[in-house]
C-alpha cells in the first residue's frame, strides 16, 4: 500500500495547478480526477501538457478517475449503454496517454431502484466485459467505486462479490471508505474481500454524509480500516480524496 493524492483536493483549480507542489511536498503518486472545469480529457493540448508535465516530474503512479458525466454503466437499455461503452473507451485512450494504471468508473448515475436491481447488475458486467479486453489492450485495470447510499452499487461487499464472480483478469474494484462508512458497512466488509481491490479511495465524515474530510478529521475509525488493509495484503494506492 503506497499514499495516492487525488487532484479532486484542489479543485476548483486547475488539474496543472498544483501537480508541481504535491510532488515537491513527497508524493509520488497522483489520481487525475477528471472533469471538464478541472482537467478537459477532451482537449487533446490539455491532455498532452498534463501527460508531459506528470512525466517530467517523474511520478511513479498514475491512476485516474473518469468523470461522473461520461455516462451510466448499468443502464439497461441498449442503445444507451452502447453509448456509455464508446465515452469510456475515449476515457481510457486518454488514461494510456497520461500514463494510468486504473482508471475508476462509477457504477451508476441514479438511486437503487429494487425493482431494477438486476437488470442493473447485468448491464453493469455486460458494459465491464465490453470494457475488459479494450483496457487490457492498453495496460490498464478498470476499478468499479462502490457508491454511497441510496445509490445503485453502494454495497462494496455486494459489489466486490459480482466483481469477482465475473473473474476479468483486469477489473476489480475502487474501495471507497468515506462512502462505504456512511453506509455502516466499515471496518466489517473488509475481512469479505480482499485481492479484486484495486484502489483505495481515503476521505473522512461523520457517519452521515459524504462529506470529504481529510483523514482524521471525522469518525472513520483509520486504525481498523488500516489494519483490515494489511490482512488483507493490500498493496494499491490509498488516495486521500
Not at 203 to 211: A, I
Request: charged residues 20%; aromatic residues 8%; glycine residues 8%.
Amino acid at each position: 500500500m503506497y499514499p495516492s493524492i487525488s487532484s479532486y483536493t484542489w479543485l476548483p483549480l486547475s488539474f496543472l495547478s498544483k501537480l508541481r507542489v504535491i510532488h515537491e511536498h513527497g508524493f509520488e503518486a497522483v489520481e487525475i480526477f477528471a472533469t471538464p472545469r478541472h482537467l478537459d480529457i477532451n482537449n487533446p493540448e490539455e491532455v498532452q501538457e498534463a501527460g508531459m508535465l506528470i512525466r517530467d516530474l517523474g511520478f511513479r503512479y498514475v491512476t485516474m478517475h473518469a468523470p461522473s458525466s461520461l455516462g451510466d454503466l448499468s443502464i439497461p437499455d441498449e442503445t444507451e449503454r452502447d453509448e456509455t461503452v464508446l465515452a469510456c473507451q475515449r476515457v481510457l485512450d486518454t488514461a494510456m496517454l497520461m500514463g494510468a494504471s486504473t482508471v475508476t468508473f462509477h457504477p451508476s448515475s441514479i438511486e437503487d431502484e429494487p425493482n431494477q436491481a438486476q437488470e442493473r447488475w447485468y448491464a453493469l458486467m455486460e458494459t465491464l466485459r465490453d470494457l475488459s479486453g479494450y483496457a487490457e489492450d492498453r495496460d490498464i485495470r478498470i476499478a468499479i467505486e462502490n457508491f454511497p447510499q441510496p445509490l445503485f452499487g453502494s454495497d462494496p461487499v455486494e459489489l466486490y462479490e459480482r466483481l469477482a464472480k465475473l473473474d476479468l483478469p483486469n477489473v476489480g474494484m475502487c474501495l471507497d471508505i468515506g462512502h462505504a462508512f456512511v453506509g455502516g458497512h466499515l471496518p466489517g466488509a473488509l475481512s469479505q474481500i480482499g485481492e479484486k481491490i484495486y484502489s483505495v479511495h481515503a476521505s473522512d465524515n461523520r457517519g452521515n454524509v459524504d462529506e470529504h474530510m481529510a483523514p482524521g478529521h471525522g469518525v472513520v475509525p483509520w486504525e481498523d480500516i488500516l489494519n483490515g488493509l494489511r490482512q488483507m495484503d493490500y498493496q494499491g494506492p490509498f488516495v486521500i480524496e
